[in-house]
């Protein structure tokens, strides 16, 4: 227990969000794929979900398959930037799979919300948007 108590002080101090602002009423934002270059590299995006985003890092590879990697539990630090999380992405995105890494939206008592945030991201995905095609056809949750 000392071990993980150490790592969520370090990430806690890493200055992981632990809440983003909804969407304003009235504001534009980018269509869901609009803004994804594609360049070999992670890209930061945010994805809509029930009528905000999560902020998302993702790595658009040509593969039928992306891995979404969740973050340890938000109120002992967890967060996208976890050091875990960034090694599930680099590891499958070396071995050519699209990844996905996310903040989910709150914390505690949240479960159905980080569900749905997971669904969102998964989604993002595997459907086709702006009459292009899905980037995956598979999901792996890590």
């Known amino acids: 227990w ?3 108590w150490i790592a969520a002080k370090q990430n806690a101090m890493l200055g992981c969000p632990r809440r983003r602002q909804d969407a304003q009423p009235g504001s534009t934002r980018p269509g869901p794929r609009q803004v994804l270059y594609m360049r070999g590299e992670e890209e930061a995006v945010e994805i809509p979900v029930s009528g905000t985003w999560v902020n998302a890092r993702v790595f658009a590879q040509p593969s039928p398959v992306v891995v979404i990697a969740l973050h340890p539990w938000g109120p ?10 960034k090694e599930i992405c680099r590891t499958f995105g070396k071995a050519g799979c699209s990844t996905a890494s996310f903040n989910f939206r709150s914390g505690l008592g949240s479960g159905a919300s980080s569900v749905e945030d997971t669904v969102a991201v998964a989604s993002w995905f595997v459907e086709p948007q702006d009459g292009e095609e899905p980037l995956a056809r598979q999901v792996l949750i890590a």
């Open 2 to 4: 000392e071990d993980l």
């Open 76 to 85: 002992l630090g967890g967060c996208m930037d976890d050091p875990h999380v």
